[in-house]
T-cell receptor, first 113, second 114 residues
Framework: DQQVKQNSPSLSVQEGRISILNCDYT??????FLWYKKYPAEGPTFLIS?????DKNEDGRFTVFLNKSAKHLSLHIVPSQPGDSAVYFC????????????FGKGTKLTVNP | NAGVTQTPKFQVLKTGQSMTLQCAQD?????MSWYRQDPGMGLRLIHY???????DQGEVPNGYNVSRSTTEDFPLRLLSAAPSQTSVYFC?????????????FGPGTRLTVT
């Protein structure tokens, strides 16, 4: 049973527009959520995170929104740039700690010039 | 800092062979983990460690062993390789506890079992 779901395998947007990547989760014990970015042949790199006590966290062009009642989070990238083209993974951690992240399957974002 | 390093980058094994994937970090992180990534499957946790001498199983531990004798190193051993273990393996580390939840990943080892 998949606890973290990214239902869109791919997303294509124009440079300068907004990219919205979505993630749903089923485990009510998750209390910390992270987004990772991955380029081909490289390891995932941390992008942004949010604690369950917040509903929004912003870092430059990246904003993550959390809707706990809907068990849904989203990553907004504004404005999108061609260098943002990568696979984005949503991940979650429960009260057990950061050594056990549960990942979604990823969304491949393509930003067209 | 080199961060998280993994060796080798690529490996081809025959069914039944054994090998060790190496992972090291120089950030003095307490927590270390191993994941595998298969096409369309995201990353799945194999084993993890919350400190030297302490290890535990993740979601897909069968066929793998780990040990953590030092804070820096966390090797992953394949006991008898099977084609189903063909995958890309990532090692990660984090501060743990109140130090933050972000895990830092190595560049990965691409393993093919024939």
């Amino acid at each position: 049973d998949q606890q973290v779901k990214q239902n869109s395998p791919s997303l294509s947007v124009q440079e300068g527009r907004i990219s919205i990547l979505n993630c749903d989760y089923t485990n009510s014990m998750f209390d910390y959520f992270l987004w990772y970015k991955k380029y081909p042949a490289e390891g995932p790199t941390f992008l942004i995170s949010i604690s369950s006590i917040k509903d929004k966290n912003e870092d430059g062009r990246f904003t993550v929104f959390l809707n706990k009642s809907a068990k849904h989070l989203s990553l907004h990238i504004v404005p999108s740039q061609p260098g943002d083209s990568a696979v984005y993974f949503c991940a979650a951690s429960d009260l057990g700690g950061s050594e056990k992240l549960v990942f979604g399957k990823g969304t491949k974002l393509t930003v067209n010039p | 800092n080199a961060g998280v390093t993994q060796t080798p980058k690529f490996q081809v094994l025959k069914t039944g062979q054994s090998m060790t994937l190496q992972c090291a970090q120089d950030m003095n992180h307490e927590y270390m983990s191993w994941y595998r990534q298969d096409p369309g499957m995201g990353l799945r946790l194999i084993h993890y460690s919350v400190g030297a001498g302490i290890t535990d199983q993740g979601e897909v531990p069968n066929g793998y062993n780990v040990s953590r004798s030092t804070t820096e190193d966390f090797p992953l051993r394949l006991l008898s390789a099977a084609p189903s273990q063909t995958s890309v393996y990532f090692c990660a580390s984090s501060y743990g506890g109140t130090g933050g939840y972000e895990q830092y990943f190595g560049p990965g080892t691409r393993l093919t079992v024939t």
